[in-house]
């Protein structure tokens, strides 16, 4: 299957909707972004794709990205250098725990949406929402194929 018709209109819509929802929470930044094969180890390939969305260049470097290979079923969660320098190690465990029970029952948009929503809370923590806050990346889901 193609990535970029993996979700649905609404469904995506409903994706997008949880990042900016887990955004008003959080000066932190989080992506999306779908591929339908990944050839790598999928957190080697999420990082590739942080730096060529340019996610590194966020003011306090706390941008996050959920990467999914639709057609091998393989995704990976990364956090950029200002997160990892604040949280423990296993900091995304749980969710990504939780997103893979969701995804192996086929529940891709919930398993999605509830590790938005979870990151979300978690970033808050380290990266509390600002009053002059600016969204600094596209909320809007990527895609490669």
Known sequence: MNAKNFFNKQEKEKIVQAI???EKETSGEIRVHLESRCK????DRAVKI?????MHRTELRNGTIIYLAVNDRKFAIFGDQGINEKVPENFWDDIRENMQRHF????FV????QGIEAIGR?????FPYQSDD???LSDEISMDD
């Not at 790598?40 to 957190?43: I, K």
């Not at 192996?104 to 529940?107: D, E, H, I, R, S």
């Not at 919930?110 to 949406?113: K, S």
Request: glycine share 8%; aromatic share 8%; hydrophobic share 30%.
């Open 20 to 22: 900016k929802d887990a």
């Open 104 to 107: 192996k029952q086929g529940a």
């Open 134 to 136: 600016v969204n600094e």
């Open 122 to 126: 978690k970033l808050k923590t380290y």
């Open 110 to 113: 919930a398993g999605l949406t």
């Open 40 to 43: 790598t180890e999928p957190l």
């Open 50 to 54: 942080f730096q060529k969305l340019k």
